[in-house]
């Protein structure tokens, strides 16, 4: 039933409606379907970009991070007494296809004492170790991989 008192919408209120509804959807489509302007290419590119050199730089971080472990654990495995181990001054550097790490290990000799800090150098699993080489070679690495 339909209450008298109530007056009945017009005919243009429900075309208004529906104008309404139909530029809204229209609206929409275009916004899903329209050419980028030149500025909001710009901004997508640099966007985009940004992502990129962020996943390299972890990518290249994660590799750093890998050279610098490998090159301990080579001269734990040359050290009389390995868990007294200090590392200090390492630095990472790129080397060819890989890294090279420098740096210095003072770790405790046969008597009980550290030795001081001692050079070394590794690059793709091999190790030039203060300690353990000769003058010439050590001088050799660090000049090569070092400066």
């Not at 007494?81 to 990472?92: H, L, W």
């Not at 009980?112 to 150098?121: A, K, L, S």
Request: charged share 25%.
């Amino acid at each position: 039933m339909m209450n008298m008192n109530q007056p009945s919408p017009s005919p243009a209120a429900g075309a208004v409606l529906v104008f309404l509804v139909l530029g809204l959807a229209g609206w929409g489509v275009w916004q899903l379907v329209r050419p980028e302007t030149p500025g909001e290419r710009y901004d997508r590119l640099i966007q985009e970009r940004r992502e990129t050199e962020a996943r390299l730089e972890a990518r290249e971080d994660a590799r750093r991070r890998a050279a610098v472990t490998a090159a301990r654990a080579a001269i734990l495995s040359m050290l009389k007494d390995p868990e007294s181990a200090r590392f200090a001054g390492e630095q990472v550097r790129a080397a060819g296809d890989g890294y090279a790490v420098c740096g210095q290990v003072s770790a405790r000799n046969g008597f009980g004492g550290y030795t001081g800090p001692r050079r070394y150098v590794a690059h793709r699993g091999g190790v030039v170790f203060e300690e353990a080489a000769t003058p010439g070679q050590m001088a050799d690495a660090w000049s090569r991989f070092c400066r």
